[in-house]
């Protein structure tokens, strides 16, 4: 059965009420195009370092983007996938950069808290990342069982991290989400093949959701949000920067077909790793 998936990508600012009614609009697209699963950015709701933790500490405005994403869900019958959003922990004094899915009821049905902290040097205008002097990693793997599949839950710089990938399609992935926010630079490097590399080893679909553009005079993201099948092929992509839409079908059967011709993690597990 082929199911219509709505990849969106943002050019998210330090503005969180013009960021959810880009939200709201790329909502709204993705519903009128028939399409069941939508899958924002990281940073989708606000992209300034020097915000997100105030916005992780202030219950009225999480709750604002919860009730917000929960609506739009419920609204246009939509499974949401929402990039990142930092939340405050307040038992352990940390915030955590978490991907909330909710589904077409409005319903949360699952939280992953991103693994792998973009700590990096880069030869761009930033030149230096350091999440870690704002976030906690999280520590445990995500897959939600949904109408249209079993998806794996990830976030950006997880993409370079093939055994957490792998993992999930043990959990028993047929879909990986890939919210981003990646550099320009690393982006224009590596942001395909990476993408490729994990849907072509797991033989799953990825649904990769990156932030594209120029947020500020030191951040530019690539953008070049897609949808890849369990092949490798690019089924669709933006090339263009700022906030829209990659619509594509993906059919189980391609996973299941692949899967069975290539049966890779049965030769894996007879090679004892």
């Known amino acids: 059965m ?14 969180l009420d013009l960021n959810m009614r880009c939200v709201r609009e ?6 009128k195009q028939s399409a069941k699963i939508l899958v924002l950015p990281e940073n989708f709701a606000m992209f300034d370092s020097a915000k997100l933790i105030d916005l992780a500490k202030s219950e009225v405005r999480t709750s604002f983007i919860h009730n ?15 990039g ?16 909330l899915v909710f589904d077409d009821k409005g319903e949360l049905v699952s939280r992953y808290d991103k693994i792998h902290l973009f700590d990096v040097d880069v030869a761009d205008k930033q030149s230096s990342y350091r999440e870690s002097d704002l976030f906690e990693p999280g520590s445990q793997l995500r897959v939600v069982d949904s109408p249209f599949g079993v998806i794996g839950l990830s976030i950006c710089y997880d993409l370079r991290f093939p055994e957490q990938y792998q993992k999930l399609r043990a959990l028993g992935a047929e879909i990986i989400v890939v919210p981003s926010a990646f550099t320009y630079l690393t982006g224009q490097a590596h942001w395909e093949v990476l993408l490729r590399a ?8 990825i649904l990769a959701a990156n932030q594209g553009g120029q947020h500020s005079e030191t951040r530019t993201s690539w953008g070049n949000s897609m949808v890849v099948d369990p092949w490798g092929e690019v089924l669709a992509i933006k090339t263009q920067s700022g906030a829209g839409l990659v619509l594509a079908e993906i059919d189980l059967a391609e996973v299941h077909n692949r899967r069975k ?8 597990n007879k090679a004892g790793f």
């Not at 011709?261 to 894996?268: D, F, L």
């Open 26 to 31: 790329l909502a709204s697209q993705a519903a």
């Open 2 to 15: 082929e199911t219509k998936v709505a990849v969106a990508q943002m050019l998210s600012g330090a503005d």
């Open 198 to 205: 994990r849907a072509i080893e797991n033989q799953c679909y």
């Open 261 to 268: 011709a290539m049966p890779i993690m049965q030769h894996r």
């Open 84 to 99: 990142s959003v930092p939340l405050f922990l307040r038992s352990i004094d940390k915030v955590t950069a978490s991907c």
């Open 68 to 82: 917000a994403l929960s609506t739009l869900a419920e609204e246009f019958g939509l499974w949401i996938i929402a």
